[in-house]
């Protein structure tokens, strides 16, 4: 996994708390933010074949939340997210982009459930 999410100025230490892991439906995907003193940062999760995933909600192209003109970020299939702001196309498990002006792929951010029941940003 690369470590690309750790370039953003407000990008959250290992262990910093997500939500609670009941809170991403199989299937859904979720726009959220996690605050932590280092600032505010964008967080893409769905939850596919029981796995959370997640990604830094930040489309390479102009740096706009996948979210930015519509909460609907996930194709009809749900095996897509696409980018509210210009159409780009992105892999609901690999962040890798499939279709747009985005040459780059989203940013994975590593995600771990606790013990509680809580995502917790990864090592």
């Given amino acids: 996994m690369s470590d690309g999410w750790r370039s953003y100025s407000s990008a959250p230490e290992t262990g910093a708390l997500v939500c609670a892991s009941s809170e ?19 967080l893409l999760l769905v939850r596919k074949s029981g796995r959370v995933r997640a990604f830094v909600n930040a489309c390479p192209h102009q740096y706009l939340p996948l979210d930015y003109r519509s909460d609907s970020v996930l194709s009809a299939d749900g095996a897509r997210f696409l980018c509210s702001a210009h159409g780009a196309a992105f892999d609901v498990t690999t962040g890798a982009c499939l279709s747009g002006d985005a040459a780059e ?8 459930e606790d013990a509680n029941g809580n995502l917790r940003i990864g090592a």
């Avoid at 299937?27 to 600032?39: F, I, K, M, P, Y």
């Avoid at 792929?105 to 771990?112: M, N, R, T, W």
């Fill in 24 to 42: 991403i439906d199989e299937g859904v995907a979720r726009c959220l933010s996690v605050q932590t003193e280092r600032g505010i940062f964008p």
């Fill in 105 to 112: 792929g989203l940013d994975p951010v590593p995600i771990a």
